[in-house]
Nanobody, 117 residues
């Protein structure tokens, strides 16, 4: 069973930066499209960004130009560099697969990102 462990969240002022990390157990990581999702209080979980096994990336309009997703397959790790953070980026951030079947692995505990104005 794949396990996902997210880290790197915290409290930051608007305009600041954070780098999130997600480590996945299991040897099938490299073939999957991976994504970062977030869930703000009272809102549904949304896909923020994704990266394919060939490192093609996609971003939600709300984060385009500010967030950068990357992956290191040898380390079974996916990263999310978040710059120019805004209060509306406040949420719990999760990683999971993000291919045609969506998120197929058990969710990790997520990492809290709080952006103060």
């Amino acid at each position: 069973q794949v396990q996902l462990v997210e880290s790197g969240g915290g409290l930051v002022q608007a305009g600041g930066s954070l780098r999130l990390s997600c480590a996945a157990s299991g040897s099938i990581f490299a073939i999957n499209t991976m994504g970062w999702y977030r869930q703000a209080p009272g809102k549904p979980r949304e896909l923020v960004s994704s990266i394919t096994s060939l490192r093609n990336t996609k971003y939600a309009d709300s984060v385009k130009g500010r967030f950068t997703i990357s992956r290191v397959n040898a380390e079974n790790t996916v990263y999310l560099q978040m710059n120019s953070l805004k209060p509306e980026d406040t949420a719990v951030y999760y990683c999971n697969t993000a291919g045609p079947s969506g998120s197929i692995w058990p969710w990790g505990q997520g990492t809290q990102v709080t952006v103060s104005s």
